[in-house]
């Protein structure tokens, strides 16, 4: 439920900028082709960190 709801505010405060980005007419330069990028690096990182975490606590449960 909690990542649930953090992609959900995720994709609302997306939304929102953009629409301020067309609002108040800021050109999209080839700067934003790094966000894709990054996100997925970030999504990855965030994945091997979860699973170190998994198996350090699966570790520590079984006593070795």
């Known amino acids: 439920a909690v990542i649930i709801s953090a992609l959900l505010d995720l994709a609302i405060a997306a939304t929102i900028l953009a629409g301020m980005f067309v609002y108040y007419q800021i050109p999209v330069t080839a700067t934003v082709v790094w966000v894709v990028p990054l996100l997925g690096l970030q999504v ?4 091997i960190l979860w699973t170190a975490s998994a198996y350090g606590d699966y570790r520590r449960t079984q006593g070795g």
């Open 44 to 47: 990855g990182l965030i994945a």
